[in-house]
């Protein structure tokens, strides 16, 4: 499982332990500039992600049958990368809020500067700072991320741009062979996503070459579709695509 | 009139660069260090912007350089790292001066 950007394995965790109790390993892997190691974040490339992604793919598929994935925003993205570099060894993958554009409601007025914040020196003075609501619709669960993310090991409570620039990078790479991507694929965005719109998801499913897909738009629910309205029927709908793509005894995601 | 503009958003784009380098874009308040980030960046698109009108106001042989001032941010975001900031921060201002030395 890979977590979204800025994020850490914490943020996986109520999804990952649904379906660890329904008879499937999982592992949440933290990624290089996150959780402990949020100070390299300045310094991380999206080629760093992508080896380190490809490192816990192939020491896991070396111990099991047949090996999910699952992704949150840019760790979606990177099973979007896996897949398209190493098909053979993935069973098939679902995608959470896949974001390759940022162009959700939630962005600031002054986000036509954003070319300046990203191609300029400005990306590693600029933060963009965590804000309401989250990427949570529902109000309860929204004041508890709040008080989440006063921890420093939960995630970080802003976005530096220069993250932003290699989610983006990341993005135009993997963009441009979504084509050779031919595994069964569970896409699931929200309707309302703050951070990036249905285009994203769209993009995906149009372009994936997958005979096996399924696109599923959320109505209740902002990006973190895993803590919101909806995380239920996520999750449920996550297991379901697993269950029904899983043939072997040994499973792990 | 244009190149006047042009100089007065170099000194402007300058001064900004340099003291939040120095001091504000590190400021422990995060309402200052980021008010300070987007003055700078709304610096940069004035110096861009204003650069780019004075190619046509300019020699024909002072073009180039000053085409390249414009699009110097881009070319060094491009090429910069975090471990090498302050030099990239450096050749930077190096640019926004060499572009109003020109027009002099």
């Known amino acids: 499982m890979f977590h979204g950007l800025t994020g850490s394995p914490f943020e996986m965790q109520k999804y990952g332990k649904f379906l660890f109790a329904n008879g499937y390993d999982v592992f949440g892997v933290c990624l290089p500039g996150h959780g402990e190691y949020q100070k390299e974040i300045y310094t991380v490339t999206f080629d760093e992600w992508i080896d380190f992604a490809a490192k816990k793919l192939d020491e896991l598929s070396e111990k099991y049958d047949e090996v999910f994935l699952s992704g949150l925003c840019l760790g979606a993205v990177l099973s979007l990368a896996m897949a398209e570099q190493y098909p053979d060894k993935i069973k098939g993958m679902v995608l959470l809020s896949t974001t390759l554009y940022l162009d959700g409601w939630r962005l600031p007025w002054y986000k036509f500067l954003m070319p300046v914040g990203l191609h300029t020196i400005f990306r590693y003075f600029y933060t963009y700072p965590e804000c309401e609501p989250y990427g949570v619709k529902n109000e309860r669960t929204r004041a508890s991320i709040k008080r989440i993310l006063a921890k420093p090991d939960v995630g970080m409570d802003n976005f530096p741009m220069c993250a932003f620039h290699e989610l983006l990078e990341l993005s135009s790479v993997v963009r441009e062979d979504l084509k050779k991507i031919n595994i069964p694929s569970l896409i699931i965005h929200a309707q309302e996503d703050d951070l990036t719109s249905v285009r994203s998801a769209n993009e995906v499913y149009q372009n994936i070459s997958s005979k096996d897909k399924e696109l599923i738009i959320l109505k209740d629910s902002y990006h973190m579709v895993l803590y919101d309205n909806e995380k239920e029927f996520v999750f449920n709908k996550a297991l379901e695509f697993f269950n029904a793509h899983s043939q072997k005894s040994e499973v792990c995601l | ?104």
Do not use: D
């Open chain 2, 1 to 104: 009139m244009i190149i006047k503009i042009f100089m007065i958003t170099s000194f402007l784009f300058f001064c900004e660069l340099l003291t939040g380098v120095l001091y504000f874009y590190r400021h422990q308040n995060r309402f200052i260090k980021e008010k300070s980030v987007m003055l700078g960046a709304w610096a940069l698109v004035f110096y861009i912007f204003s650069a780019f009108l004075t190619i046509f106001y300019v020699k024909y042989s002072l073009k180039p350089i000053i085409f390249l001032c414009s699009v110097s941010p881009f070319i060094i975001g491009y090429y910069s790292s975090y471990k090498k900031l302050m030099f990239f921060t450096v050749l930077q201002l190096l640019v926004i001066v060499i572009g109003v030395l020109v027009v002099l």
